[in-house]
């Protein structure tokens, strides 16, 4: 115990609590994320670069910063905290409401047809696309034609959703119940590991796509999840973007946004279903 002190105060830069509590408070805030205490060496990890980017020496006077400044230290604090960071059934309403409200009203719609379309826009390392999935399995029949497009613009974390193996504590967001049903343990080499059912995999295409250049889908999607990823970008983007996204949705298809974004002045065709949920007007 007395090492580790050691180690804290061997640090470049004091970091309080205070700090740690300020600072999370903030991603929260920023990205729906939530850091658990254990992610204290993490954060201090992240963000020491932009201090050291900055000549800042201390991190109260980085969150000052990051309170003064809305605009592109902002976007290098988000990148820093949720870079391969995201997490299974964040921003735990949205999946409450697709399995409760969307998907059973979708099911009555659509009941001819029987088929979905969805797309997880910006999908990371696939925890939201696998997400998705686990709760279309739990609501939707298994006979109904379901296809969740996942795309990002990082090759490299597309690799690792396309292979569905996560380490054991990226696992907290999942429900017991569902892990038993949907996540395989790693025995031997892979212990410590989980291994994503294939039966989720198979209902999931992983696809590099760069959201700001022409999209190669033909169809149209019922519903869109695209959260926490316009925030990169400016006003005029994403207005330019939401439009887009309202074009390729059926008529009365549903929006996902992060829980900091909304359409405000950006774009009149959807309106608010609840919380950051919107349906295509």
Known sequence: ??????????????F??????LLRELVNHHTGIHLSEHKQEM?????????????????????QVLLENDGEELVNFINAVTTNLTAFFREAHHFEVLGK????ELLERKQEQQRLRIWSAGCASGEEAYSIAMVVKEVVPSYWDVKILASDLDSA???KARLGIYEGD??????PERLHRWVKRGIGGQAGKAHISKELQEIISFRQLNLIHAWPMRGTFDLIFCRNVVIYF????????????ADILEPEGYLFIGHSENLFQLTERFHLLQQTVYVKA
């Open 43 to 63: 954060l201090y990890s992240r963000l020491a670069r932009r201090l050291r980017a900055l000549n800042l020496n201390s991190f109260s006077s980085y969150y």
């Open 234 to 245: 400016d006003k005029n983007t994403q207005s330019i973007l939401f439009e887009r996204f």
């Open 157 to 159: 974390v597309l690799e």
């Open 170 to 175: 990226r696992l907290e967001g999942i429900s």
């Open 1 to 14: 115990m007395i090492h580790h002190e050691k180690v804290l105060l061997n640090r470049e830069f004091t």
């Open 16 to 21: 309080t609590q205070h700090d740690f509590n």
């Open 101 to 104: 409200i969307i998907l059973p």
